[in-house]
């Protein structure tokens, strides 16, 4: 059974640096992308960026290029989502989800709460 | 590449055949997928390549178009689909969604 286990709920203060992950399982790793995808209290989804663990290869909204972090260990099938510098905006629910290229997103994490508040 | 639903939200009854409709701003062929939101819980795709029902969907959903102008069909809407629906497109990136179109009981 394909499944992307994400981790737990984060608060975090602003200015803290922050790791999120999101684990496969069920299908080679390597042989699909991860996306990330924001969903801020009450509103809808956006694509974050999206990395082929393969060779760590990453492309980025402009929307979010600069403040995010994409990354992968393909040797324990973890992708990963950093900030740096959190801000009281970045308070949202974050989603992983799986594709090949030019496929949709059928495989998804439950989703990882990150509070941003001082 | 913008995408734009309509209506934003709909209040409708169980048995009614419900349309939502997705605009991009410029061509993307059938590269469309449907995706569809419970509260509290992740998206779950229903309909790729702008008419192909992802396995174990019902018949009931149902997709068409191309080029820029797209629909999302429930023909006989269940107490179970009561929800939100993003379009999102995979012609290029960035990869974007629409804005949603939440689906209410009336």
């Known amino acids: 059974e394909v499944q992307l286990v994400q981790s737990g709920a984060e608060v975090k203060k602003p200015g803290e640096s922050l790791r999120i992950s999101c684990k496969g399982s069920?299908?080679?790793?390597?042989?699909?992308?991860i996306s990330w995808v924001r969903q801020m209290p009450g509103k809808g989804l956006e694509w974050m960026g999206r990395i082929d663990p393969s060779d760590s290869y990453t492309n980025y909204s402009p929307s979010f290029q600069g403040h995010v972090t994409i990354s992968a260990d393909k040797s324990i099938s973890t992708a990963y989502l950093q900030w740096s510098s959190l801000k009281a905006s970045d308070t949202a629910m974050y989603y992983c989800?799986?594709?090949?290229?030019?496929?949709?997103?059928?495989?998804w994490g439950q989703g990882t709460l990150v509070t941003v508040s001082s | 590449i913008q995408l734009t639903q309509s209506p934003s939200s709909l209040s409708a009854s169980v048995g009614d055949r419900v349309t939502i409709t997705c605009r991009a701003s410029?061509?993307?062929?059938?590269?469309l997928a449907w995706y569809q939101q419970k509260p509290g819980k992740a998206p779950k795709l229903l309909i790729y390549a702008a008419s192909t029902l992802q396995s174990g969907v019902p018949s009931r959903f149902s997709g068409s178009g191309s080029g820029t102008d797209f629909t999302l069909t429930i023909s006989s809407l269940q107490p179970e689909d009561f929800a939100t629906y993003y379009c999102?497109?995979?012609?290029?990136?960035?990869?974007?969604f629409g804005q949603g179109t939440k689906v209410e009981i009336k």
């Open positions: 410029q061509g993307i062929s059938s590269y």
């Open positions: 069920g299908y080679s790793f390597t042989s699909y992308w």
């Open positions: 999102q497109q995979l012609n290029s990136y960035p990869r974007t």
């Open positions: 989800a799986r594709h090949d290229y030019g496929d949709p997103f059928d495989y």
